[in-house]
């Protein structure tokens, strides 16, 4: 297994070597997400044992806090916009 600094470094020399339309591009990215993968699905499991133990009210703040930033509604990242996300918009 790597190391988190062999992972870091792996994503870095991704992000500075990737070109556009790069059939490898994808290769790589799956060679980097089954290393990470296993450790976000840990982390998960220890996140959801820790909130079994807090109250509704602070599970709220957390999700909220996780969210901030977000659209609740289509999850984009509202900082692109002035008046937040207009998903909820039909015009």
């Not at 703040?61 to 659209?71: D, R, T």
């Amino acid at each position: 297994m790597k190391t988190r600094q062999e992972i870091k470094l792996m994503i870095l020399a991704f992000a500075t070597t990737y070109k556009e339309n790069d059939s490898n591009n994808a290769k790589r990215l799956n060679e980097i997400a089954d290393l990470i993968m296993p450790k976000i699905v840990d982390l998960v499991k220890d996140i959801r044992e820790i909130l079994k133990s807090t109250s509704d009210e602070n599970r709220l703040e957390i999700f909220g806090n996780i969210m901030n930033g977000y659209c609740k509604h289509c999850g984009c990242d509202n900082s692109k916009y002035a008046m937040g996300c207009q998903c909820w918009n039909d015009d």
